[in-house]
């Protein structure tokens, strides 16, 4: 393995007794997570883990991450509670504007795994207890399990979202030129027709004056 998760002396680390054993979300939906538990897929973990925080009433967020530094792809994870960190502090813009209400509130409860060279990804650290109430959501209410994105998924929906941006851009562009050039030809029309009701006010003109002659 290319890289080695960080440790953190206030993460409180859980033994398993059980020793390794392989976890699908169809059969340990209802489990707690435990050190050396195994997922075939990272996205099984977050699956796991998802369904977990839903159970126990808490949002799981995902967190950081590690890349080989040999193939780039992702070898450590780290999901935690929605209220994991503090809010930035950041200068008040308006008196007038209503304060965000607080979301974060330093939650520690997390777990991290790490992909073997087996291709398994392994729970390393596991850390259970909240420092806020949880709230259970009710089963016939159950939320459906919809995973935070990674900064990679939030990444490729930036470039997605670029991309449509220029589309939309260009599309505007050559309806502008389209409306430009009917505005050209009503201008053109338009300038014609002052021409010839010119040449008619001419003739009338020229037609009374010859009568009074």
């Known amino acids: 393995m290319d890289e080695q998760?960080?440790?953190s002396k206030d993460e409180d680390m859980?033994?398993?007794s059980n020793g390794k054993e392989a976890a699908t979300f169809e059969e340990s939906s209802d489990m707690?997570?435990?050190?050396?538990m195994e997922f075939e897929t990272e996205e099984a973990a977050?699956?796991?883990y998802d369904a977990y925080a839903t159970q126990l009433g808490f949002i799981m967020r995902v967190d950081a991450?590690?890349?080989s530094l040999r193939d780039g792809k992702v070898v450590w994870r780290r999901l935690v509670c929605n209220k994991e960190g503090f809010r930035k502090t950041r200068p008040k813009r308006s008196e007038n504007r209503k304060p965000r209400a607080i979301t974060r509130e330093g939650c520690k409860a997390m777990i991290v795994v790490k992909r073997e060279k087996s291709g398994k990804w392994i729970v390393t650290r596991f850390i259970k207890?909240?420092?806020?109430s949880l709230v259970v959501t009710p089963a016939n209410g159950r939320r459906t399990v919809?995973?935070?994105?990674?900064?990679?998924?939030k990444d490729m929906k930036i470039r997605e979202l670029t991309a449509e941006l220029q589309r939309e851009r260009k599309r505007s562009a050559a309806y502008q030129e389209q409306l430009d050039m009917v505005l050209r030809e009503m201008e053109e029309h338009s300038n014609h027709l002052s021409r010839n009701i010119d040449d008619i006010v001419r003739?009338?003109?020229?037609?009374?004056?010859k009568r009074v002659a």
Not at 129 to 132: K, L, M, R, T, Y
């Open 146 to 153: 919809i995973l935070s994105q990674t900064p990679d998924e």
């Open 14 to 16: 859980i033994e398993s």
């Open 46 to 48: 977050k699956v796991f």
């Open 5 to 7: 998760p960080s440790t």
């Open 65 to 67: 991450f590690r890349r």
């Open 129 to 132: 207890d909240h420092n806020h």
């Open 32 to 36: 707690e997570p435990y050190v050396g």
């Open 203 to 209: 003739s009338v003109k020229e037609i009374e004056s």
